[in-house]
């Protein structure tokens, strides 16, 4: 788990003195992005803040001239009267498709799809299709392929970034109000209202910096393991394809195509799964709902902060005031999700690299390509751990590949398939320790016992419905 979950860290160091430490601090007091940091609100003249476009607040008040300040301060304004959810979901959709614009993280700005390279998505993905139907059972699962730009990605995942992050953001935002007394937090009603409205503000500044930088390094739509655009639709960034097979070496066909396979399989899975979605977003659920946050330190902090200093209450936030604990709930939520996670990506895995080996020379290098990526914490899991402070990480993918494909040696594909029906039917962590004694085990037939509860209950409504048959019939005797 990250170490800071929604970037709570320490503050910046104070400057030095002189013309070196205004310096400094008209940049910042970090190296990085502050997400959380108040210090962003640098006044006209001050040393706090960071300086940049990443930073709204900073863009505010750096550096500019009083005929700006009311509109600065209209707008500053408009942020603290936010009423919405635990994330100002309208800052962070600016925020990424402004990061997207100036072309973060690597300098090359987005650019609207071309015909050409819609025309090649498309015909990659119907030939990932066919090659697919060869090795599993799972029908098709995309009814449209599409090539997405960078900011289109942004539009297209922010509805399913809201339903992961919201949940614990809502439970750490919940805890500003909870360490006072009811009394108190009567009298300190508008600070705790300003505190809701800002972390809103705050959380959507670095939810927003941090999907922005992720559309520029995604490759689709299930980068992360999770569906995180509308179903249906199989999606590929052509911009980052282009950047992914110049590092390889790889010729960009294959690689559109290598990766048209991994977008397609994933599709498939979740479409024709139906618990698999609810089952993986419901263990992030899990983890939220097992946050706990260090009360005495909060009770400690806002004793002592002044309502009438913003700054007590900036260093505060920075201070990690909110920083959650681990709990025993936090752990079995994270196994249960790296568990998911691994059979996921490894039956993904195994199923492409037999659709792909045949027909791409460059199958075993994208295939260690893509598990290096995946499992030892690429670009998309490290953003998704600074998000919500959970690692995506399926650390043991290598074995879950190694069981589906052993799987399907023993019991072929329709056998291998046939475990999704159910969540009880899947390997767990346990049986990537002893591949082989899953493979030969046993399994229960789920879709008997399903066939056969469904037959007792239809016995029970006709018996039903006998016995009120005959009581209207003794009624009219």
């Known amino acids: ?47 706090g803040g960071q300086g940049g476009a990443d930073n709204p607040f900073a863009a505010m008040f750096g550096s500019m001239n009083p005929a ?70 799972l029908p098709s699962g995309a009814t449209t392929a599409v090539a997405w730009s960078r900011a289109e990605w942004v539009e297209a995942t922010l509805p399913v970034w809201k339903e992961l992050v919201d ?20 009298m ?18 670095q939810i927003g910096q941090a999907v922005g930088v992720l559309a ?15 179903a249906g639709k199989a ?14 070496g790889v010729p960009s066909e294959e690689v559109r195509l290598y990766l048209a396979l991994r977008e397609a399989a994933h599709a498939r899975l979740f479409a024709h799964v139906p618990w698999l979605r609810s089952h993986l977003f419901g263990a992030v659920e899990g ?37 959650p604990q681990d709990t025993p709930e936090q752990k079995a939520a994270l196994a249960r999700l790296e568990t998911a996670l691994a059979l996921v990506e490894g039956w993904v895995d195994a199923v492409v690299h037999e659709a792909a080996k045949p027909r791409l020379a460059s199958a075993d290098a994208m295939r260690e390509t893509m598990r290096r990526r995946r499992a030892s914490g690429g670009p998309a899991e490290q953003t998704f751990a600074t998000l919500i402070g959970l690692e995506l990480r399926p650390r043991r993918l290598r074995d879950a590949s190694r069981l589906w494909a052993s799987l399907t040696d023993a019991r072929g594909m329709d056998g291998r398939d046939g475990l999704w029906a159910h969540p009880d039917m899947l390997p767990t962590a346990s049986d990537l320790d002893d591949p082989d004694g899953f493979v030969h085990r046993e399994q229960l037939d789920f879709s008997e016992i399903d066939k056969m509860l469904g037959e007792a209950a239809e016995r029970r409504d006709q018996g039903d419905q006998g016995g ?6 003794e009624g009219k005797q």
């Open 188 to 205: 300190a009603g508008p600070l705790l209202g300003m505190m809701r409205s800002m972390g809103g503000a705050m959380f959507g500044q």
């Open 68 to 137: 700006d300040l009311g509109a600065a301060f209209q707008q500053l304004g408009q942020m603290l009267s936010y009423e919405g959810g635990p994330v100002n979901w309208d800052m962070a959709k600016d925020i990424a498709r402004r990061t997207v614009s100036q072309g973060t993280p690597d300098g090359v700005k987005d650019t609207s799809v071309g015909i050409a390279e819609k025309s090649a998505v498309e015909e990659a993905m119907r030939l990932a299709d066919h090659w697919l139907d060869d090795v599993t059972s």
């Open 287 to 323: 983890y939220a709902r097992g946050i706990k946050v260090d009360t005495s330190k909060l009770e400690d902090v806002v004793g002592q902060i002044d309502p009438t200093n913003p700054e007590q209450l900036q260093e505060a936030l920075q201070g990690g005031m909110f920083q």
């Open 216 to 230: 520029g390094e995604v490759v689709g739509s299930t980068d992360i393991g999770l569906p995180l655009g509308p």
């Open 1 to 47: 788990m990250s170490d800071t979950p929604f970037g709570f860290g320490l503050p910046p160091e104070e400057p030095e003195s002189g013309d070196e430490g205004k310096k400094k601090g008209n940049q910042g007091g970090q190296g990085g992005p502050n997400p959380f940091g108040f210090a962003g609100f640098g006044l006209p003249g001050g040393a």
């Open 167 to 186: 949940p614990v953001a809502e439970r750490v935002g919940a805890a500003m109000g909870s360490v006072l007394p009811e009394e108190m937090q009567a």
């Open 235 to 248: 999606a590929l960034l052509p911009l980052n394809i282009g950047g992914l097979g110049k590092d390889l």
């Open 468 to 473: 009120q048959a005959d009581g209207k019939g």
